[in-house]
């Protein structure tokens, strides 16, 4: 695994060719126009009475296209279903205060960036105590939060990020399965193709094995069905 730690300014020497390979293919654009166009004719679906309309951005829409397997229909739906659920959560006002007590734990820590230019978010997994944290009702509020701040940093028009996960010294009680499935459920729904790359440092053959089935089953049995 290899990154760099870069100033902003270091950013510039990136190359960003590397890049191209996600922007909107010839065949994905009509697909995106009539995205745009079904969910402008269901507005009412997604947006109350003299409310400001949910801002998605052109990426946005094709991140939801794709994960829909170029389903346009489908990923319109799923869209919809984004915009409720970011309204419904308050998303847009959730702020670091909000979460104070589980940031100040430096569970979750950004840091750095990928040498493909993308924001690096560290999650300490040693410094999480199952036994000891705040409800998941909060943990959702911090899931969003940590998000929400990673994406703020990701290069323009972009938007994808470098999840690692740090699994040295890890014990029991530091493997909390409910706030997992609530990260995985969060990032796949309304989250989707925002991971550039999710890695993980310090983990036993064994223990691998048993997160890789255990979480390949979750998705199957809940995300997928």
Known sequence: M???????????EIDYSIRKSYLAKEEE???IEFIQTNLEEKKSEWVLDNEKPYAFTDFQLLRFLRQSKGDEVKASHMLIKHANWFRENDVESITKDDVIDEVNKQFVVP?????????????CVRRHDKNNRSDIDVMRKFIIWCVKDV?????????????VFDLRELRLLNV?????????SILQINYP???????IIGMYLYLYLYLYLYLYSYLCLHLYS
């Open 2 to 12: 290899s990154f760099f730690w870069g100033s902003s300014s270091e950013k510039e």
């Open 29 to 31: 654009i009509p697909k």
């Open 111 to 123: 840091k750095g960036r990928s040498k493909t230019g993308r924001p690096c978010i560290w999650v």
């Open 151 to 163: 994406m703020s940093k990701a290069l323009e028009n972009d938007e994808r990020f470098v999840l």
């Open 176 to 184: 909390d399965y409910e706030v997992i499935k609530l990260l995985i």
């Open 193 to 199: 193709e925002v991971l550039d790359q999710a890695l």
